[in-house]
């Protein structure tokens, strides 16, 4: 049996007729930056995020960036965020000019420990960006405690998070902005590229759409130095199609957990040795399934040798970066987001994924473990 790690053909060919439709729409229009497709998907996600305003952007990447540069977060400054991440939150803050500051996980949910934040703030500090990692949200109500108290901006990277839920609040609404990603293998992809950042705040949704456009405004003025962070119509009416089905994959993505929880009970390993995802939020959107397993790289070569997709997300954590190593960290200093990074692995837990191939993958890793038990 073939378990791919993520089946976007299986996707896109349950809803073909509709996605190509709306992108013949818009070639017909010939009207691909921003316009009316891009406002339509723009209310459709604030909407969905329980936010008042969301500005459509040409990444998740762009979405992190442009919060930073609309609150001039630059050179000087000090931004606080999880090193267990894609490299684009750090990357963002970075290219700013202002400096990173990393901060372990908590290894049960691997998201940000909010206990350690307070001890790293300066009075360079500007920011917090939490990361709602694999599809669960951070514990935010500490974290904005913590930033209210010290006057500082929250930053939701949410760009795994799409529809998430913390204390009946969306991922997105609860700090002062929230970042989306529509990289196709998110919960909610694209055709491409694509982001868009969230907020309740007038003030600031007005200026994430002048930043957005080489800080233009009114046009060839600008006061700001912005950039081309737009996001296309192409994009815009393929995530509109696809936001109609997200709750359902969401529910899907949700079962299949569950399923994989099950079979591991069954199978006599949830817990010991197969430490499995904890639930801690009202809703988790399971962007990925992730376990901790004993001799991880072994596993990866026996799944691969069975045709089991499988993923290692993320291998080295951002403060071991080779480009942060002017930073100063060393190994040893974040003890548990090293600790994942050498024992975690996603599973395939894409919404169409069947019954046998979950079975199947669970029958795999319990064939490995054997295999490793008896040989040591
Ligand atoms: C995917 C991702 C991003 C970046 O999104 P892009 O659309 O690929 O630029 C940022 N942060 C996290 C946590 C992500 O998973």
């Given at each position: 049996m073939n378990v791919p790690m993520l089946d976007l053909k299986a996707q896109y060919q349950s809803i073909k007729a509709e996605i190509d439709a709306a992108v013949a729409d818009v070639l017909e229009s010939?009207?691909?930056?921003?316009?009316p497709k891009v406002k339509e998907c723009e209310a459709a996600i604030a909407e969905y995020s329980s936010c008042t305003y969301a500005v459509g952007v040409a990444s998740g990447t762009d979405a992190l960036l442009i919060s930073l540069m609309t609150e001039g977060i630059g050179a000087g400054d000090e931004v606080i965020t999880t090193t267990?991440?894609?490299?684009a939150t750090a990357g963002s803050i970075a290219r700013t000019g202002a400096t990173p500051v990393f901060v372990d996980i908590d290894p049960v949910t691997y998201n940000i420990n909010p206990e350690l934040i307070e001890s790293k703030i300066t009075s360079k500090t500007r920011a917090i960006i939490p990361v709602h990692l694999y599809g669960q949200t951070a514990d935010m109500d500490p974290i904005m405690a913590i930033a209210q108290k010290h006057g500082l901006i929250v930053i939701e990277d949410a760009a795994q998070a799409i529809g998430a839920q913390y204390k009946g609040r969306r991922a997105?609404?609860?700090?002062h902005y929230g970042c989306f990603s529509f990289?196709?293998?998110?919960?909610?992809?694209?055709?491409g590229d694509g982001g868009m950042v969230v907020t309740n705040n007038a003030d600031r949704a007005e200026k994430l759409a002048v930043m957005r456009a080489h800080g233009s405004k009114p046009k060839y003025h600008h006061k700001v130095i912005g950039g081309n962070f737009r996001l296309d119509a192409i994009q815009a009416a393929v995530v509109l199609v696809k936001l109609a089905h997200l709750d359902d994959w969401t529910a899907g993505r949700q079962a299949n957990a569950a399923r994989y929880d099950k079979l591991f009970g069954e199978a006599g390993l949830a817990g010991d040795p197969i430490v499995l995802p904890k639930v801690l939020?009202?809703?988790?959107?399971?962007?990925q399934y992730i376990i901790r397993v004993p001799r991880r790289d072994e596993l990866i070569a026996h799944l691969k040798e069975k045709s089991v997709g499988c993923a290692v997300y993320y291998p080295v954590p951002l403060h071991l970066q080779e480009c942060f190593a002017n930073l100063g960290y060393e190994q040893g200093d974040l003890p548990h987001s090293e600790k994942a990074a050498a024992e975690t692995l996603a599973l395939p837990i894409y919404p169409e994924l069947t019954d046998e191939q979950a079975k199947y993958t669970v029958d795999c890793v319990a064939e490995h473990l054997e295999k490793a038990a008896a040989s040591s």
């Open positions: 010939q009207y691909f930056i921003l316009g267990y991440t894609f490299f997105g609404s609860i700090g990289f196709p293998s998110k919960n909610l992809g694209g055709a939020t009202d809703r988790h959107i399971f962007n």
